[in-house]
């Protein structure tokens, strides 16, 4: 008996060792570009979960300038702006893509309603899209069909029409469970909306405020929304506003993105939390860094662990893979991709590759 149980032991064992040695599959990621000086759409790349390398550049879609793209919840639908002003009567354009088996298959394409889209955002049930109008100066919400293409869109929200001295430059908008935020980089605000059967309206905080000329671009919020960090384009800064008990935000503190001897111009551009909210990066074109703060988890305050060389020039958007084990930059201007280890205990980046593409700007996992 003894005998069976050794020899069942070693069975169980090498089993076990066989499953973890097992290798992982690569996952595909979608690359969004500017298509002016030589890129032609959204490509694919195979990405080695284990090594962070990149192999099978495939052409996934032939599109004008698809610089934002978003992987619906559920990983089914790939959606991508048009950030062109000439899609139909001076506007950009949206494409919803059916993902079926990594090959995207066109599902439609509607107007964005106005100049240059450069963001979208999904909804967490899957049955809103909102797109922001950087030149328009607007917010389109869309309505998901449940095969995943895009309703004409629903509502159209004008952030002109609420300063007459500054021009609306919408950048991005995010729907949670409070309505709808919206950062506008021209007003300097986020602007913040609830939803009623009539669509979205003035929310009872109808502004996040930010100084004079921040330049809001992107968010992030932690801890289930008990934080929001703001990246500010224009001023080079991250302010942090924390939740009140009646659900508006106060802003709590500002820290700045670049480091205090750099000389020249630089100007912020994509935000992250890492998966365990433990550490917040964001990236500086001009500086050409992903800076890294620690998160303190009860004040929600930040202390930058390092400023990381992005081993290229202009970096828009990133994104940390889906095990949290690497962070990927998207180098516009130098025409490539770079990725980095990421330390999960110190948040630290350690550069390991680097992937010629011409004008890289958002990169999206389908998880």
Same mark, same amino acid.
């Given at each position: 008996?003894?005998?069976?149980?050794?020899?069942?032991?070693?069975?169980?064992?090498?089993?076990?060792?066989?499953?973890?040695?097992?290798?992982?599959?690569?996952?595909?990621?979608?690359?969004?570009?500017?298509?002016?000086?030589?890129?032609?759409?959204?490509?694919?790349?195979?990405?080695?979960?284990?090594?962070?390398?990149?192999?099978?550049?495939?052409?996934?879609?032939?599109?004008?300038?698809?610089?934002?793209?978003?992987?619906?919840?559920?990983?089914?639908?790939?959606?991508?702006?048009?950030?062109?002003?000439?899609?139909?009567?001076?506007?950009?354009?949206?494409?919803?893509?059916?993902?079926?088996?990594?090959?995207?298959?066109?599902?439609?394409?509607?107007?964005?309603?106005?100049?240059?889209?450069?963001?979208?955002?999904?909804?967490?049930?899957?049955?809103?899209?909102?797109?922001?109008?950087?030149?328009?100066?607007?917010?389109?919400?869309?309505?998901?069909?449940?095969?995943?293409?895009?309703?004409?869109?629903?509502?159209?929200?004008?952030?002109?029409?609420?300063?007459?001295?500054?021009?609306?430059?919408?950048?991005?908008?995010?729907?949670?469970?409070?309505?709808?935020?919206?950062?506008?980089?021209?007003?300097?605000?986020?602007?913040?909306?609830?939803?009623?059967?009539?669509?979205?309206?003035?929310?009872?905080?109808?502004?996040?405020?930010?100084?004079?000329?921040?330049?809001?671009?992107?968010?992030?919020?932690?801890?289930?929304?008990?934080?929001?960090?703001?990246?500010?384009?224009?001023?080079?800064?991250?302010?942090?506003?924390?939740?009140?008990?009646?659900?508006?935000?106060?802003?709590?503190?500002?820290?700045?993105?670049?480091?205090?001897?750099?000389?020249?111009?630089?100007?912020?551009?994509?935000?992250?939390?890492? $998966?365990? #909210?433990? @550490? +917040?990066?964001?990236? *500086?074109?001009?500086? =050409?860094? !992903?800076? %890294? &703060? /620690?998160?303190?988890?009860?004040?929600?305050?930040?202390?930058?662990?390092?400023?990381?060389?992005?081993?290229?020039?202009?970096?828009?958007?990133?994104?940390?893979? $889906?095990? #949290?084990? @690497? +962070?990927?930059?998207? *180098?516009?201007?130098? =025409?490539? !991709?770079? %990725? &980095? /280890?990421?330390?999960?205990?110190?948040?630290?980046?350690?550069?390991?590759?680097?992937?010629?593409?011409?004008?890289?700007?958002?990169?999206?996992?389908?998880?």
């Amino acid at each position: 008996m003894k005998k069976n149980h050794l020899i069942g032991m070693a069975i169980v064992l090498l089993t076990i060792g066989c499953t973890e040695n097992k290798p992982m599959e690569p996952i595909a990621l979608y690359v969004g570009t500017y298509t002016d000086s030589g890129s032609e759409g959204i490509y694919r790349y195979a990405f080695d979960p284990q090594t962070g390398s990149l192999a099978e550049k495939t052409l996934a879609a032939n599109l004008p300038n698809p610089s934002f793209l978003k992987i619906s919840n559920d990983h089914n639908f790939l959606y991508a702006v048009q950030e062109t002003d000439k899609y139909d009567s001076l506007e950009g354009g949206v494409s919803a893509f059916k993902i079926n088996n990594q090959d995207l298959q066109v599902l439609n394409t509607q107007g964005s309603g106005g100049e240059n889209p450069c963001h979208i955002g999904i909804s967490k049930d899957g049955k809103m899209l909102a797109v922001s109008n950087y030149t328009g100066g607007n917010l389109a919400v869309f309505q998901l069909k449940d095969d995943g293409s895009l309703s004409q869109y629903k509502q159209l929200i004008d952030h002109k029409i609420l300063d007459s001295t500054k021009t609306s430059h919408v950048h991005s908008a995010e729907f949670t469970s409070d309505g709808l935020f919206a950062a506008d980089l021209g007003l300097d605000a986020v602007k913040r909306y609830r939803q009623t059967e009539a669509g979205f309206v003035e929310a009872s905080q109808p502004s996040l405020d930010l100084s004079e000329g921040a330049g809001p671009r992107h968010f992030a919020f932690g801890q289930e929304g008990k934080f929001l960090y703001v990246i500010n384009e224009l001023n080079s800064t991250i302010t942090v506003f924390k939740r009140n008990s009646d659900a508006t935000y106060a802003p709590i503190i500002t820290h700045s993105t670049v480091a205090a001897d750099f000389k020249g111009e630089s100007f912020c551009a994509d935000i992250h939390l890492s $998966p365990d #909210g433990m @550490f +917040l990066y964001g990236s *500086n074109r001009g500086e =050409n860094t !992903i800076v %890294v &703060f /620690a998160v303190n988890q009860k004040t929600g305050d930040l202390a930058v662990v390092e400023r990381a060389p992005v081993k290229g020039d202009w970096p828009r958007n990133f994104t940390v893979d $889906p095990s #949290g084990k @690497f +962070l990927l930059v998207a *180098n516009q201007r130098s =025409n490539n !991709i770079t %990725v &980095f /280890a990421r330390d999960e205990e110190k948040g630290t980046l350690t550069f390991l590759h680097e992937t010629a593409l011409s004008s890289p700007v958002c990169l999206e996992f389908a998880r």
